[in-house]
């Protein structure tokens, strides 16, 4: 497991996400995850999303300048072993968080790994991303992706592609590899046809599949944050991608199999070192 030798300063990570006021996914699941992992989380919000266990019910974005200035101030002087993007809100968003990573050497050519967690609804069905956002987060965020990981809306989404069984899954994969991110992770946990959770790998050559029991509960909110959160942990402790997403995918597997009821809703997912 990627944590820090005992005495050794924790390295900082970052999240580029939106807050959820109910605790459960977003920056407040990434911060969970980071801390378990031994890491440094450093944050820059992008939203304001008002939510509790039923849903969200608003949200309030923070400007364009102020998110790329929190990825340069934390960038220039913490330093950063890793970068996340979660909700991203809008179109001007992604294009100040790219035009930014750029700069500070964040993504998949430069020192910095980014994982890309192409959030676009919640999983009660809020939007969380502009319709008309979607242009840029493929044209200007997927090519400095280390890796994209979506679930399976968001591959509809992205791609137009309707998975339904491994090989339109094989088929998302090749599509969205070919948006720009050195991997594609094609997150296969709503299959609801499968009694597992089989995601699948690419990055432009090599299929790698990776399958973890279902874990069958309603209490799965931030269960996509976690993952991601999970692979930029293992990506900063210098984890190759697929050895992160193995090791991410137990983890979240973990959390779900330990999710707790809160509220009317659905639970977080409950990540225990
Ligand atoms: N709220 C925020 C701020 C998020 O970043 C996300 C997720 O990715 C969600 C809500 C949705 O999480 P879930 O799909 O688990 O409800």
Redesign the pocket.
Known sequence: LPVAPEGTTPVGVMTV????SGGG??IQADLRTFALLGLHGCVAVTAV?V?NSLG?SGFQEIEPDTVAAQIRCVADDIGIGAVKT??LASAPIIDAVAAQCRASGIGRDAAVPLVV?P?CA???GNQ?LADSALDTLRDNLFPLATVVSPNLDEVRLITGIDVVDAATQRDAAKALHDLGPSWALVKGGHLRSSDESPDLLYDGSEFVELTHERIDTPH??????TLAAAITCALAHGYTVPDAVAFAKAWVTRGLAAAYPLGAG?GPVNPLW
């Open positions: 996400a939106g807050s959820d996914a977003g999303t939510q969200v979660g909700m967690d959030v919640s999983m009660h969380l799965d909110h931030g269960a996509g944050d659905h």
